[in-house]
């Protein structure tokens, strides 16, 4: 099992930045590829970014790509999502969660282990 927790969520003005962070605890972190999704009210869950194992390869949404980074500390068992550049459609519940195929996904079925999600509200 792999336990995951979320921070970092908030209500930011348009334009403004935060940065997600999300804890793993259970088994071997680095064993896992991380990726983060959102879900906004009334949608489906959508594939934000992932990260392999060992940061060799990342990959956005495109909508993303530009504004959003995923980085990984191993070291800290830790997954971030600096967002920037935020706009009231980027409002959504943000979850991180764990592959053990340790590629690059964007499928949710896909992942094994899910946290439990952090708000993010974007004012105009």
């Known amino acids: 099992q792999v336990q995951l927790v979320e921070s970092g969520g908030g209500l930011v003005q348009a334009g403004g930045s935060l940065r997600l962070s999300c804890v793993g605890s259970g088994r071997t972190f680095s064993n896992y590829a991380m990726g983060w999704f959102r879900q906004a009210p009334g949608k489906e869950r959508e594939f934000v970014a992932a990260i392999t194992p060992y940061s060799s390869k990342t990959d956005y949404i495109d909508s993303m790509k530009g504004r959003f980074i995923i980085s990984r500390d191993n070291a800290k068992n830790t997954v971030y999502l600096q967002m920037n550049s935020l706009k009231p459609e980027d409002t959504a519940v943000y979850y991180c969660?764990?592959?053990?195929?340790?590629?690059?996904?964007?499928?949710?079925?896909?992942?094994?282990?899910w946290g439990q999600g952090t708000q993010v509200t974007v004012s105009s």
């Open positions: 969660a764990a592959d053990s195929g340790g590629v690059v996904r964007t499928t949710p079925n896909l992942y094994d282990y």
